[in-house]
């Protein structure tokens, strides 16, 4: 069983709540979160610093629902976001901008404006062309901008392809090797102040020595910055640790990872800073689907679900494996199936050749963790409305998005 969820009389529950329930009363497909969970994620990064000066910035674009965001800025979250839609909703949740992080290779005119006149504590940069517009922008508006560098460190993260980020062929960051000429050069820019690195070299990361690698030779880089005069005062080692997405997989301690980063940095006055997104939301969410109908073929058995990729993409863009657990647990057996949605192609489906429990037409399962990286990639294809989100708050729960009209899809067109 994966936490927080959990089944109670034979009912999967979270907190003290049965899903069952809010799938009969909110329809489906609809996504579920544990706010108890959200919650003690963001406190277990934030009280694994201890004493040491840091600042836990929730990535947004793992799940950027502004009810989460609400929640998580009252604990304290600061925020990475990668665009000025997602700094429009930190705002709109009540986050404070002095504690926002802006990451990303590609930041516009308008989204660099935009941070600057908001004024959020620092822009993670990833070119020269930037930190020229950075400068300027920060210039017309007689302010001076906090910037760390993003580093690439040239160090596989072994993760899968599409999400690993920190090799020199990948687009992000600057190349290790030349940035302490960048940061020399940018020394002119009098609207910057130069005083942060940052890394992030993937996600879903399920071993931590290249983290501790990528760590290394950022900590060296430091070193040789401030040997050179350049007042390095803070460190940003991104996101990147993994969930366990099936009970085979087991997962880094959020302790464990944030003790060693304070330990290989102690005494060295840094302000630290994180940015983890699906270890903080990953497990508390799950996506709750209705089976329409069983399909059996000369070579498969097939189970529809009223769920697609428009919903949840991880398994056809990843190859990304989620448990499935039904609402109610009865003894039926077991059938090996692949579970597809009702999107029009092959690529759709959450599972193949899955050994599960035997599910029938009107029944209800969980693509379990599904909290990170689930609703914030659906889209509309096939016209197919989105789903409601739904968050559990001990015997509560609420809709904090409704799910999506047939006027909404034509909104705008
Ligand atoms: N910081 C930066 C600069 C990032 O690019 C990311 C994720 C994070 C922090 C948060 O990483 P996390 O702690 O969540 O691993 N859609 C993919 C994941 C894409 C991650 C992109 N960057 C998925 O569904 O697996």
């Known amino acids: 069983m994966i936490a927080p969820y959990f089944y109670r009389d034979n009912e999967l529950s979270v907190e003290e709540v049965t899903l069952a329930d809010i799938a009969e009363k909110e329809d489906t497909p609809c996504y579920v979160y544990s706010s108890a969970a959200i919650l003690s994620q963001y406190r277990a990064y934030d009280q694994a610093f201890g004493t040491a000066p840091h600042q836990v910035c929730f990535a947004v674009k793992a799940n950027s629902n502004l009810s989460i965001l609400r929640m998580l800025a009252k604990a304290g979250a600061g925020f990475d976001i990668v665009s ?209 109908y069983r399909k059996t073929t000369a070579n498969k058995e097939f189970v529809i679900v009223d769920a697609a990729m428009n919903d949840l993409i991880r398994p056809s863009l990843y190859q990304a494996h989620h448990e499935i657990l039904p609402l109610r647990q009865r003894s039926l057996g077991t059938i090996t199936a692949d579970v597809v949605g009702p999107v029009c192609e092959s690529g759709d489906y959450f599972a193949r050749d899955r050994q599960m429990a035997n599910v029938f037409p009107g029944d209800y399962v969980a693509l379990m963790t599904a909290g990170a990286y689930g609703f914030v990639q659906a889209s509309n294809y096939n016209s197919r409305p989105r789903a409601c989100e739904v968050l559990v708050e001990g015997k509560q729960w609420r809709v904090i998005r409704q799910r999506e009209t047939l006027e909404d899809l034509v909104q705008g067109e």
Do not use: W
């Open 84 to 292: 000025g839609g997602e700094l429009f909703r930190v705002l709109r949740a009540g986050g404070d901008p002095a504690k926002v992080v802006f990451s990303g290779v590609g930041k516009s005119r308008e989204e660099v404006e935009y941070a600057i006149t908001n004024g959020i504590h620092s822009f993670n940069c990833e070119s020269e062309a930037e930190l020229a517009l950075i400068n300027s922008i920060a210039s017309r508006h007689s302010v001076f901008a906090s910037v760390a560098l993003r580093v690439n460190p040239n160090v596989d993260a072994k993760t899968h392809p599409y999400i690993s980020t920190g090799l020199h062929d990948h687009k992000f960051g600057i190349n290790i090797d030349v940035v302490k000429e960048v940061y020399d050069r940018a020394a002119a820019l009098q609207h910057l102040r130069l005083t942060g690195v940052s890394c992030h070299i993937g996600s879903q990361l399920l071993d931590t020595n290249p983290l501790f690698e990528a760590l290394d030779g950022v900590l060296t880089l430091v070193e040789k910055l401030r040997a050179a005069g350049h007042p390095i005062t803070e460190l940003d080692m991104g996101g990147g640790l993994g969930v366990a997405y099936s009970d085979q997989q087991t997962t880094p301690s959020v302790q464990t990872y944030i003790k060693l980063i304070c330990e290989k940095t102690a005494n060295l006055g840094l302000k630290l800073m994180v940015e983890p997104g699906r270890s903080i939301a990953a497990a508390a969410g799950v996506l709750v689907s209705r089976v329409m």
